[in-house]
């Protein structure tokens, strides 16, 4: 039981990145260029969303 709420807590973030990789892929079947662009600034959505936090200490 223990295992499955360790597994649970990621869900969210794998949802995430399987959004921005289909994302990413409908892109790409549209344009070459669009595919990049989408790529990019989904990229930067991850590396804001998994940079450390500046809180309160």
């Known amino acids: ?3 499955l709420k360790n597994i649970s807590q ?3 973030f794998v949802l ?3 959004g921005v ?4 892929v409908g892109a790409f ?3 070459k ?6 790529s990019g600034s989904g ?3 991850l590396a804001y969303i998994l940079a ?4 309160q200490s």
């Open 21 to 24: 990789i289909s994302t990413t």
């Open 16 to 18: 995430i990145v399987l």
């Open 33 to 38: 260029s669009f595919g990049f662009i989408v």
């Open 1 to 3: 039981m223990n295992k």
């Open 52 to 55: 450390p936090k500046g809180g």
């Open 10 to 12: 990621y869900i969210p």
């Open 43 to 45: 990229l930067f959505g």
């Open 29 to 31: 079947l549209v344009s």
